[in-house]
């Protein structure tokens, strides 16, 4: 009986067992679920939280260089401005007769020769090729006695005079005695053989005459400054030789001379003429031969004059009789 009693109590609790541990696994579900589902739900709050707060940051960091670049954009203009208007306001140093404006003119000394120094300066914004200086423009530049504009016309004379317009120079062909420049141009030479290896050459042609002649700096600036035409330049370089007076009429004795004669003759010997000048008790001048041009100017074109010729080709000597002593000058004429 007591078996049957057990058996029964047994079968009673059996039920209330596992009811018992149905609902313990029931609540240890729930109770496991609770916090799983809490953690991942914090998990995804702080992530989305320090998402908002680094886009915040970033934001913020994002403005913060934006108003610097500004900032320094606007500082960078208002310099350039300011440069550009302090550049404005600068005055030149002059103005030529062109409108070209001189800026930057200065002296430096050389860095190879302290004793040679250089002047240039800046036109228009482009600089000057320098200028070697005299001795006495370099004590006065160093002493301020010597202007911009000075120096401009010592070193850079064709730089302000008034330039050639286009119609002008197309025009300016004709010469002082009616012919044309049927052709003009400007060469280096660059033949290695030729003594004039490297310089700046002239080429004209004028009728049936073809001539070259080796440039002076100042021809050659005028050529490139276009400061004169075609016909100033030909009556310059090839004056002589195309016998015109205007070649002639630079020549000029000095005044107060007494030139007694001017004797140009041939001489036996050599069958050339020959130029003297007799000054009287100041004594003669050495005999010095006559090139075919200048006799061909001389006695047939009869473009240049006796002393036209004398002063052309004996006036250190003539003065130098006009500056000798009285008892030079007679120890002189007995020679």
């Given at each position: 009986m007591a078996s049957?009693?057990?058996q029964?109590?047994?079968?009673?609790?059996?039920?209330?067992?596992?009811?018992k541990?149905?609902?313990?696994k029931?609540?240890?579900k729930?109770e496991?679920?609770i916090?799983a589902?809490?953690e991942?739900?914090?998990?995804?709050?702080?992530?989305?939280t320090k998402?908002?707060?680094?886009?915040a940051?970033?934001?913020?960091?994002d403005?913060?260089?934006?108003?610097?670049?500004k900032?320094?954009?606007?500082t960078?203009?208002?310099t350039?401005?300011?440069?550009t208007?302090?550049k404005?306001h600068r005055?030149?140093q002059?103005v030529?007769?062109?409108?070209?404006?001189?800026?930057?003119g200065?002296a430096f000394?050389?860095?190879i020769?302290?004793?040679?120094?250089f002047?240039?300066?800046?036109l228009?914004?482009?600089?000057?090729?320098?200028?070697?200086?005299?001795a006495?423009?370099?004590?006065a530049?160093?002493?301020r006695?010597?202007s911009?504009?000075?120096?401009m016309q010592n070193?850079y004379?064709?730089?302000?005079l008034?330039?050639?317009?286009?119609?002008?120079?197309?025009a300016g062909n004709?010469?002082?005695?009616?012919r044309?420049?049927?052709?003009?141009?400007?060469?280096?030479?660059h033949?290695?053989t030729?003594?004039?290896?490297?310089r700046?050459?002239?080429?004209a042609?004028v009728?049936e005459q073809?001539?070259t002649?080796?440039?002076?700096?100042a021809d050659?600036?005028?050529?490139?400054?276009?400061?004169?035409?075609?016909?100033?330049?030909?009556?310059r370089?090839?004056?002589?030789?195309?016998?015109?007076?205007?070649a002639?009429?630079?020549y000029?004795l000095?005044?107060?001379?007494?030139?007694?004669d001017i004797?140009?003759a041939k001489?036996k010997?050599s069958n050339?003429?020959h130029i003297?000048?007799?000054?009287?008790?100041?004594g003669?001048?050495?005999?010095?031969p006559?090139?075919?041009?200048?006799?061909y100017?001389?006695?047939?074109?009869?473009?240049a004059s006796?002393e036209?010729?004398?002063?052309?080709?004996?006036l250190?000597?003539i003065?130098?009789l006009?500056?000798a002593?009285?008892?030079?000058r007679s120890?002189?004429v007995k020679?």
């Amino acid at each position: 009986m007591a078996s049957k009693r057990n058996q029964e109590e047994a079968k009673q609790d059996a039920p209330l067992g596992e009811k018992k541990t149905r609902r313990a696994k029931k609540t240890a579900k729930k109770e496991d679920g609770i916090p799983a589902v809490s953690e991942e739900s914090t998990a995804e709050q702080q992530t989305k939280t320090k998402t908002k707060t680094a886009k915040a940051t970033v934001e913020k960091t994002d403005a913060a260089v934006d108003t610097a670049v500004k900032a320094a954009d606007t500082t960078k203009v208002e310099t350039a401005q300011e440069t550009t208007e302090e550049k404005k306001h600068r005055e030149p140093q002059m103005v030529t007769v062109n409108g070209q404006k001189v800026t930057h003119g200065h002296a430096f000394q050389s860095t190879i020769n302290p004793d040679i120094w250089f002047f240039t300066a800046k036109l228009d914004g482009v600089q000057l090729r320098p200028m070697p200086m005299s001795a006495e423009d370099t004590a006065a530049y160093q002493q301020r006695n010597i202007s911009v504009e000075q120096l401009m016309q010592n070193y850079y004379p064709t730089k302000l005079l008034p330039k050639v317009s286009k119609e002008e120079y197309a025009a300016g062909n004709v010469l002082s005695d009616g012919r044309t420049v049927d052709k003009l141009n400007v060469y280096k030479e660059h033949d290695e053989t030729r003594n004039d290896y490297g310089r700046y050459k002239l080429y004209a042609v004028v009728g049936e005459q073809r001539m070259t002649q080796v440039m002076t700096t100042a021809d050659l600036n005028a050529f490139f400054d276009r400061t004169v035409t075609p016909a100033q330049l030909v009556e310059r370089n090839f004056g002589e030789k195309l016998h015109l007076a205007s070649a002639y009429a630079q020549y000029r004795l000095p005044e107060g001379v007494d030139v007694k004669d001017i004797r140009i003759a041939k001489e036996k010997s050599s069958n050339a003429w020959h130029i003297s000048v007799n000054m009287g008790e100041q004594g003669r001048t050495p005999k010095k031969p006559l090139t075919f041009d200048d006799g061909y100017s001389y006695f047939t074109a009869k473009t240049a004059s006796r002393e036209q010729l004398a002063a052309k080709y004996l006036l250190p000597e003539i003065k130098e009789l006009m500056n000798a002593p009285k008892q030079e000058r007679s120890l002189s004429v007995k020679r």
